[in-house]
């Protein structure tokens, strides 16, 4: 129950934490915008480790499994685009819509991976 409820907390103030992220990097609040997108990322981390202690309580479907992590593998590929693009944003604007593309991509790929993560905990069955 402990992983079940560490995970839903996390994802939810994963959440919150990435619309904050969005608003203050769209609003151009650059500060605010870098200290939320390290918070964010380190809330996805513990995200992560409660989903891997799931997977120690929890039997999930193996089909399902594999179609989560396309989402969560992709979604973790795509910070360093965005790291990499933001700095040069801060640079140079040129750079804006390359991390606008990056950023996007990311946000699909966890939509992707919240939703799927959830349909997969809700298939899933005690071990």
């Known amino acids: 129950m402990f992983a079940t409820i560490g995970f839903l907390v996390s994802l939810l103030l994963t959440v919150v934490a990435l619309v904050l992220t969005l608003v203050s990097g769209k609003t151009g609040h650059r500060r605010a915008h870098l200290a939320r997108a390290i918070i964010t990322v380190l809330l996805l981390g513990t995200t992560v480790v409660f989903a891997l202690l799931l ?3 929890r039997q999930f479907p193996a089909r399902e499994m ?3 992590k396309i989402f969560s593998r992709t979604g973790v590929f795509l910070v360093p685009p965005i790291v990499l693009t933001g700095a040069l944003l801060w640079r140079r604007p040129t750079w804006r819509t390359a991390h606008r593309v ?3 991509l990311f946000l699909l790929a966890v939509l992707g991976a ?3 993560g959830l349909w997969v905990l809700w298939l899933s069955t005690a071990k």
Request: glycine content about 16%; proline content about 0%.
């Open 114 to 116: 919240a939703s799927t």
């Open 55 to 57: 997977g120690e309580v």
């Open 66 to 68: 594999g179609i989560h």
């Open 102 to 104: 990056c950023v996007l």
